[in-house]
């Protein structure tokens, strides 16, 4: 079975209906970001009289009142659910191929799974069909294609070769790194780029859920990247203190409560040795209020249910009480440019506020 091209449900193998309604969503999407967001903002910018420095509270009651706004929430809400029954069909079709494929783990591995049956998975994660899709990312082996095949589309523009992650990791992260771990590594695509980043690094992923860790071993397997996956809470690894020279993660504080999120940062201050680096990939608001409401209302039209957490969570403050100095939100585009210093450029589309949180390990 290993010796076929199929690991992931890639789009070499994805048959013409499947590959048509893909390429439907991704269309709905960048409509949806490059006509209907714009219309959205001038709607919004006659409705506001020209007001700029409105707050935010006041952009939202705007905002709810402007006719092209239901139109926007439901598109954004309705390609998601496309998106995930398309990948959900996807895998259910290959379904044996790829159960097969999680029976029969790499024989001789160079980097290692280490699954913990026990863990208890918390209730805040379970109790919840993260970005809409059915039944999550850690209940069903499957689940973990459905969420890989859709990842490739979500990124609008961008579902070639992860582009994405690569560029976080060439701009956002230090030059050298021996020891390095991945919080919330999902299926692996934020892990292997580190392992090409930082050649003969030890390279950990860490995250709750099984399916996507053994998809993320698989994957890694094939590639010959030697990467430790491992299942744990990102707020409480079991890895050594002083460790790492450098944490890092994509898109996982905003799927924790606050107080999780705060544990999280403990934990990686905690890993880091004097000197070691952070680094999260997040989303921060903007300052723009027009914009800044169609990012916070985001949370429902995607069951994102903690994403106001993160936003509403003294981040940089959490990082001074625990070692962490100089932290700061460095701005991120994913387009090309990746790291930010000074800031984003004017963007007419709709966008998500990537941002990078960066801190040191007081030496
Ligand atoms: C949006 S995905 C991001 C995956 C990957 N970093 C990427 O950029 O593609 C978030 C991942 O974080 C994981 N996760 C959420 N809470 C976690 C926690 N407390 N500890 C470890 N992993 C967690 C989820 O299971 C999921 O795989």
Redesign the pocket.
Known sequence: MRGEVVVSIDEAVLALDERSQLDFVLALRQRWADTVYPALREQYVRAAGGASGESLEEATRIVHTLPLYPWFSWMERAQQKILWRTAGDAALRREQKLRALFAEPPAEPTGELVLHPGLELPDW?TGVDIHLQPGG??GDDLSAYVYELG?RIVMLRDNDDYRF?RLFVETALPDTAERVV?????FG??TRPLVDRYPGAEVIG????AP?LRLAHLEAERLGKKIRFLQ????DTGLESGSMDLVT????LH??PSD?IVR?IAEAARLLRPGGSLRFLEFWPTGEPFRDVTVYEHAERNNEPYFRDLFATDVLSACAEHGLVGARWVRFDERAKGLLPDGYEPRNEWHFPWTVLCAEKAG
């Not at 991945?182 to 999902?186: F, H, N, W, Y």
């Not at 860490?206 to 859920?209: A, E, G, K, P, Q």
């Not at 993660?249 to 996982?252: D, I, L, S």
């Open positions: 994660y990312v850690w990842a992650h991945d919080i919330g590594c999902g695509k934020s860490v995250d709750l859920s996507v744990r809470d990102g707020a993660g994509t898109m996982v799927e924790l999780v999280a």
